[in-house]
């Protein structure tokens, strides 16, 4: 549970409080599919344009807390867009971001793990020479919100490495702990990187394409982590991701984006069935929905 939720879920004066007038009972109609009481992540008409390029359009999304959902769409449909519009890495052009009830959209990126929302981290963002464990360590050590309890008589860094590898033996990271992270092979890097999401303590994951570029073993291990992440650590992920098979065997619910905007969301079977989406995937995607 977040530190800005309390155990209803309902949201607190933590963020509240710097946001006045964008409390829990005023999540505008997030997502048809989604009670907005019971959305943990809404957006509420996100945009985000690139000079002429609108990438994100008036996107209104409820996610519910305990889902799974995936987001899919086209090349260009403004996935990543969207993503990096809820985690602030852009600022959006217009409209609000909603965690556990509550506006988050002018808190700073670097706020966003604090808040309980986290996204992977890539490749090109791990500390290459550092070790595996070094690597989650300092996520745990920076964020704070690791799960344990500030204790004055243990040392702050033993505790910081007990969880750490925990975290690597929860991802099934299959390397020793002081394995240089440059050396990892693409998987193991892309669950380190999962593993430091984690170490973040998030309530919602944001997962960008995580099985891009691994085989078929590693991906259906990827998939696998993916659904214990959600049944058994209770977190609410969100997935952009490319492999169909993955996508309809472990998402609760799918939300389809074109051209910036979301022409439809709901279960797998039903999305599978949807003449908008099969239309929308004119190339190689269609064949395999
Ligand atoms: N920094 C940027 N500057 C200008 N245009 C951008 C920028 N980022 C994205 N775009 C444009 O916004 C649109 C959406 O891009 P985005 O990367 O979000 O799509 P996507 O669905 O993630 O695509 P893909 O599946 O290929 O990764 C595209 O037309 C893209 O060219």
Known sequence: MSDTADASGE??????????????????????????TDAVLATDELHRTFGEVTAV??????VERGELRAIIGPNGAGKTTL????????????????????DVTDRAEHERPHLGLARSFQSNELFEDQTVLENVRVVVQTT?????????????????RERALELLD????????TTLAKNLPHGNQRRLG????????PEVLLLDEPTSG?????????ATLIEE?????????????????????????????NRGSVIATGPPEEIQANDAVQDAYLGGMREEL
């Open 57 to 62: 359009d008036h996107v209104s999304l409820g």
């Open 144 to 160: 704070q919100r690791g799960a344990f309890s500030f204790d004055l008589f243990r040392d702050h860094r033993s505790v910081g």
């Open 11 to 36: 949201a607190t004066d933590d963020v509240g409080a710097t946001d006045a007038g964008h409390e829990a009972d005023a999540v505008p109609s997030p997502d048809p599919a989604v009670d907005p």
């Open 194 to 201: 999962i593993a430091m999401a984690l170490a973040t303590d």
């Open 229 to 257: 992440i959600r049944d058994e650590l209770g977190l609410t992920v969100v997935l952009i991701e490319h492999d169909m098979d993955v996508v309809l065997s472990i998402s609760d619910r799918i939300s389809v984006l």
């Open 170 to 177: 929860t991802v099934g990271l299959d390397a020793p702990p």
């Open 214 to 222: 691994m085989s078929p073993g590693a991906t259906t291990a990827t």
């Open 83 to 102: 993503f990096n519009t809820i985690m602030g890495t852009l600022p959006p052009t217009d409209g609000r971001v909603f965690l556990d009830g509550a």
